[in-house]
């Protein structure tokens, strides 16, 4: 395909990436490219069917459409970008936080959220700048390291731009001890990750994690509050999923004792789910179920993939 601006001229070195819709499983191939000098672009690799195909430029608005694969003569034009500013500092002390990441995702309806941009800030006085979004609805959200995830802030984006400041707080600890559940040992060295995507398909991955020291026990640090899952995983033992751990917006939550099934010899280490076992969407108004896992809550209650939730 080509990437032209909406006065026809060509677009250079813009990144396009296509991924299947809904694969969160990563079953299918993504492919990226960039535009030459003639402004066009080959996405090569991709499995056959439908693609969600994304288009980025510094100086121009993302766009977002859809394309079959395979297929050509795909023609995608760049309208104008508008800028997001503002600054991110400590909640506390009123201190810039110099490293920063700020992702911007259009909304699409009371759930469903449309194209992510972000940008990573690295500036003395906490500011940041965000080009190339479209006019419109965004919800806008800070990380920084140390920090919790600010909370989602709303904002319109016009012709003139918009302003969003940031205050981050450290957020919750969560502590705890990771134990073999047959020997009842300490497991040292054992991965505890709470791990959160933020933006449109998981644009931006955030991740809190820690080892567990020579007595099992950890403790993780900049949690954001809310519902939250966290996996546990130790060589020479199967991995466990925790999901519904309700974090408080401040304070410690825990001492939890975790225990880790010990694989037999030969055996692959598989996850155990501790939790509802379902992976989630948004899909205009409604929550829409793209996967259940097999012996999870949600299967054994009769929940099965292309369900919606409408209310909670």
Do not use: M
């Not at 309700?246 to 055996?267: C, H, M, N, R, Y």
Request: hydrophobic share 40%; aromatic share 4%.
């Amino acid at each position: 395909g080509r990437v032209r601006d909406e006065h026809g001229e060509v677009v250079e070195e813009a990144p396009v990436h296509a991924r299947r819709p809904s694969d969160d499983d990563g079953a299918h191939p993504d492919a990226v490219a960039v535009t030459g000098a003639d402004g066009c672009f080959r996405l090569s690799g991709l499995d056959p069917g439908a693609h969600a195909v994304q288009v980025t430029s510094p100086c121009c608005a993302l766009w977002t459409g859809r394309a079959e694969a395979p297929g050509e003569g795909l023609v995608v034009t760049l309208g104008r970008g508008f800028a997001l500013r503002g600054a991110v500092r400590d909640a506390e002390t009123g201190r810039p936080v110099a490293g920063s990441v700020v992702i911007a995702t259009r909304t699409e309806g009371a759930v469903e959220l449309g194209a992510s941009l972000s940008a990573s800030v690295f500036d003395s006085e906490g500011r940041y700048e965000l080009r190339g979004l479209r006019a419109g609805p965004h919800v806008v959200v800070a990380v920084a390291d140390g920090y919790a995830p600010s909370p989602e802030r709303r904002v319109e984006v016009s012709t003139d731009g918009a302003a969003v400041d940031f205050a981050l707080t450290r957020g919750a600890r969560c502590t705890g001890r990771v134990t073999d559940a047959r020997t009842k040992l300490a497991v040292g060295g054992a991965r505890v990750s709470l791990e959160g995507r933020l933006g449109a398909q998981g644009a931006v991955p955030t991740l809190a994690q820690a080892l567990t020291d020579a007595q099992g026990v950890f403790v993780l640090t900049g949690l954001a509050p809310g519902l939250h899952s966290v996996s546990v995983a130790a060589d020479g033992h199967h991995a466990r999923l925790f999901s519904g751990l309700d974090v408080p917006a401040s304070g410690v939550l825990g001492p939890f004792e975790w225990e880790l099934t010990p694989t037999e010899a030969g055996e692959a280490p598989r996850i155990e789910l501790v939790g509802i076992g379902a992976v989630l969407s948004g899909d205009g108004d409604a929550l829409r179920v793209n996967e259940v896992v097999a012996g999870g809550g949600a299967a054994e209650a009769g929940i099965t993939p292309g369900d919606h939730i409408t209310h909670l």
